[in-house]
């Protein structure tokens, strides 16, 4: 079972705006999910088909292809909330107060800065694609079944927008917590000690977690 970073909330604007927002993300985590499964059911299909029927899906490998950026993407910024993403907890987890949150703030909003990048380099790739005048609406296709490439290209550049505000959030949070000097701060995953970890794992485990 997948476990949740400590993300504290209140009764502020910001942690409402948190709140909202992860509302969004798990909409986009639920589509990235289903898309796993549906490509494990085109798996089992084709498979099934070419065994059995001799017919294997047409095209496999070009749906493959315009269904990755559902499952690579659209979770990204679910697990930024989460804390889930690599980090490096050993050398942070040794500062503490406003020190530790300055951190935070730094290594997010170099993160937010490479988002943004990423998001301008992937829209422009998305309107190399897209044309109102082309059949389907775009300038280049697969290359079997000739699907066209644009709404994945779309996708990339709207789920990094929601990581980019999800970013934005955690760098309002980390600077009330730096003028503020509390050790709780919201709409942030909070670093846990190995201890509060396994207890919480354990709960998980035995079905405890929210009793």
Same mark, same amino acid.
């Not at 992860?22 to 589509?31: A, D």
């Not at 995953?189 to 000690?193: A, G, K, Q, R, S």
């Not at 794992?201 to 405890?208: I, K, N, Q």
């Given at each position: +079972?997948? +476990?949740?970073?400590? @993300?504290?909330?209140d009764d502020t604007l910001l942690s409402r705006l948190d709140l909202g927002l992860?509302? =969004? !993300?798990? @909409?986009?985590?639920?589509?990235s999910g289903l898309a796993v499964f549906a490509l494990m059911f085109l798996a089992v299909y084709s498979v099934g088909g070419r065994n059995i029927f001799n017919a294997p899906v047409r095209g496999y490998v070009d749906w493959i292809e315009v269904m990755m950026p559902l499952i690579a993407i +659209?979770?990204?910024?679910? /697990?930024?909330? &989460?804390?889930?993403h690599i980090r490096m907890?050993? =050398?942070v987890g040794r500062l503490k107060g406003r020190m530790l949150w300055m951190a935070e703030f730094v290594t997010t909003a170099m993160v937010l800065l490479?988002?943004?990048l990423l998001i301008w380099g992937s829209w422009a790739h998305f309107q190399r694609s897209f044309d109102?005048?082309?059949? =389907? %609406?775009?300038?280049?296709? /697969? $290359? &079997?079944?000739?699907? #066209? @490439? %644009? #709404?994945?290209?779309?996708?990339v550049p709207m789920a990094f927008s929601v990581l980019a505000l999800r970013l934005v959030l955690q760098l309002w949070a980390y600077t009330r917590a730096i003028i503020s000097g509390t050790d709780e701060p919201v709409a942030v #995953? =909070? $670093?846990? &000690?190995a201890a509060t970890i396994a207890a919480?794992?354990?709960?998980? @485990? /035995?079905?405890? !977690?929210n009793m």
């Open positions: +079972m997948a +476990m949740r970073a400590a @993300v504290l909330s992860n509302k =969004l !993300e798990r @909409v986009f985590g639920l589509v +659209m979770g990204v910024s679910y /697990t930024q909330r &989460d804390g889930g907890d050993i =050398l490479l988002i943004i109102f005048g082309s059949p =389907l %609406w775009s300038r280049d296709s /697969t $290359i &079997d079944i000739k699907l #066209p @490439v %644009w #709404p994945a290209k779309l996708i #995953p =909070l $670093i846990e &000690d919480r794992e354990a709960a998980a @485990v /035995t079905g405890r !977690e």
